[in-house]
């Protein structure tokens, strides 16, 4: 991955986390959730006001979410070995047990939904997974390089992707899934060691975990894009 002719992200605002380590991050239509990685808590965060509007007590760490429909769902580390599952949130009312999915060989983190179907990725395989319902893998898409969080946005996917080694490296790209074999094309340089991506219709989001902070940016519109 060639970066030194991307331009960067176009940086909106920074704002601080209201709990170390922000691992996961969704945008439900007008609010943000956020996941600590470290105190195992979630908060919902009015974006205008900065204020927290509720906190919630997953079952285990809150690696990624993403909003479905008028619910959320999250990728959970549970137990000793951190197995990874994806368990439905139902505002007012909570996890649901019943709707508990185990990840492919329970690895995975970030999530993203078209609509119709979740995606998973998985950092060391470098890839995301289409999934159905009962959590099958029905396509694999090879992004080339640790993920770090993904988004949908117009139909297209947005992947933040680089590698945390040697003092971390990444960029946001693109990929159309409706290609036979989507081509990843890097868009801009991310200066950050970022977590999760979502997209608040305008503005995208990430954490800058190490940081406690939360980064709002938006991306160079790009002659050569899809």
């Known amino acids: 991955m060639g970066h030194l002719k991307l331009p960067a992200i176009i940086e909106q605002g920074r704002f601080p986390s209201p709990a170390p380590a922000p691992q996961a991050l969704a945008w439900d239509g007008n609010k943000l959730w956020l996941g600590s990685r470290d105190l195992r808590r979630i908060y919902v965060i009015d974006p205008r006001k900065w204020e927290v509007l509720d906190e919630k007590e997953p079952p285990g760490i809150p690696w990624a979410a993403v909003a479905t429909n008028g619910t959320l769902c999250f990728t959970i580390g549970e137990g000793p070995n951190d197995d990874r599952y994806i368990r439905e949130f139902v505002p007012d009312v909570g996890f649901s047990e019943a709707d508990k999915i185990a990840c492919p060989e329970f690895t995975g983190s970030y999530l993203s939904y078209d609509g119709e179907n979740l995606y998973l990725s998985q950092w060391y395989k470098h890839r995301i997974l289409k999934l159905d319902a009962g959590g099958d893998i029905i396509r694999v898409i090879d992004i080339g390089a640790e993920v770090s969080g993904h988004a949908f ?45 979502t997209f608040d219709g305008e503005h995208f989001w990430a954490n800058y975990r190490a ?15 899809f």
């Open 211 to 225: 940081k406690d902070t939360i980064v709002s940016f938006a991306v160079p519109q790009l002659k050569d894009a």
């Open 153 to 197: 946005v117009k139909g297209l996917i947005y992947v933040l992707r680089g590698t945390e080694q040697n003092g971390e490296s990444w960029t946001i790209a693109r990929l159309d899934p409706r290609e036979e074999k989507p081509k990843v094309k890097d868009i801009a340089v991310v200066p950050f060691a970022c977590r999760s991506l």
